[in-house]
C-alpha cells in the first residue's frame, strides 16, 4: 500500500491539514520547512492544467470554432475553493524474500481518478503503472513514451482524463482506469517507488453543464450509465462539482460526506 501524504492548500481544506500534521509529528517536521516549495508546485501544476484545458477546447471545436470560441471554458471554471489535491506517494519495495504473488500482490489496486485531470510526475526507472485497456487486458504505461526524446533524465508529465472530465463531456471522453503492480521484469518485490500526483478539480460551485461541443451534446448517457470505476455517478447532472465529488465518494465508499464533515468539525 502506498504511504499518502495529502497537503490540500486551498482554504476549505486547511483545518484538515492541521489534523493530518498533527497526527504525524515526524512528517511534520520534515515537511513544513518546504511548505512555499509544495504551494509553488501545486500553482505551477495549475498553469500546466490550465494549457491543456486550452488545447482540450480546441479539441472539442474541430467539428465548429465557433462552439468553443471561449477557449477559456475549462480553466475559467477551476478555482477555489475546490477538491483539488496534491498527494506525494510512496510504494516501498519488499524485502528479499517476501511471500509475493504477482496475481494477487499489487501497489495500488484498479481505480480511476475522481476529478477533472490528474497530473502525474513519475521518477526514472521506476515503472509499475498499468492501465486497462478495451478488451480489459492490463498493460504497462512507460515512464519514458516511444517517440519520447525530449530529456533522457526527465520523464514526461503523465496527463490522465478522471472522472468528472469523461461525465462532463457525457463520456465522450474516458476516464482511464489504472493500477500499480510490482514490475514483473525488475527485482522481485520491486523497487522504492516514489511519484507525486495532482488531482485537478474544477471550483466546487462550477456548473456542470453541457460542454458547448456538439461531439458532447451530440452524445447523451445511457439511462443509468455509469461514471467511474467501482460505481459512480449515473446520467443525472449534478448540480455543481462539489455535489458531483459527493456523490462520487458515496457510491465508492457508502457514506454521506455531511457525516464527515460533522467527524472533522468535532475534531478540532
Not at 455509469?226 to 457508502?254: C, F, P, Q, S, W
Amino acid at each position: 500500500m502506498a504511504s499518502i501524504w495529502t497537503a490540500n492548500l486551498n482554504k476549505r481544506c486547511q483545518r484538515r491539514w492541521r489534523i493530518t500534521a498533527m497526527s504525524l509529528p515526524t512528517l511534520k517536521i520534515c515537511a513544513l520547512p518546504h511548505a512555499n516549495a509544495y504551494s509553488g508546485f501545486w500553482h505551477w501544476a495549475l498553469r500546466c492544467v490550465n494549457a491543456f484545458s486550452i488545447f482540450l477546447a480546441c479539441s472539442l471545436a474541430y467539428v465548429d470554432l465557433n462552439e468553443m470560441s471561449d477557449l477559456d471554458w475549462f480553466s475559467s471554471r477551476h478555482g477555489s475553493p475546490s477538491g483539488c489535491t496534491l498527494r506525494l506517494l510512496y510504494y516501498p519495495a519488499l524485502p528479499d524474500g517476501a511471500d509475493l504473488d504477482d496475481e494477487v500482490d499489487i501497489r495500488a489496486g484498479a481505480h480511476s481518478d475522481y476529478g477533472s485531470i490528474t497530473l502525474l510526475f513519475q521518477r526514472l526507472s521506476q515503472p509499475g503503472l498499468e492501465i486497462l485497456t478495451p478488451p480489459s487486458a492490463w498493460a504497462p504505461v512507460p515512464v519514458f513514451p516511444e517517440g519520447y526524446n525530449t530529456s533522457t533524465t526527465l520523464p514526461p508529465i503523465l496527463v490522465n482524463i478522471a472522472d468528472l472530465l469523461s461525465y462532463w463531456t457525457n463520456g465522450l471522453l474516458k476516464s482511464t482506469v489504472h493500477r500499480v503492480i510490482f514490475p514483473k521484469d525488475a527485482r522481485r518485490g520491486g523497487e522504492d517507488r516514489y511519484s507525486i500526483a495532482y488531482f485537478c478539480h474544477p471550483a466546487d460551485k462550477a456548473e456542470l453543464g453541457p460542454v458547448p461541443s456538439r461531439l458532447v451534446t451530440e452524445r447523451k448517457l445511457i439511462d443509468g450509465e455509469k461514471v467511474g470505476y467501482g460505481g459512480g455517478a449515473d446520467g443525472k447532472k449534478a448540480m455543481n462539482a462539489k455535489e458531483y465529488l459527493e456523490r462520487r465518494l458515496e457510491a465508492t465508499y457508502g457514506f454521506r460526506m455531511d457525516k464527515v464533515a460533522s467527524t472533522v468539525e468535532g475534531t478540532v
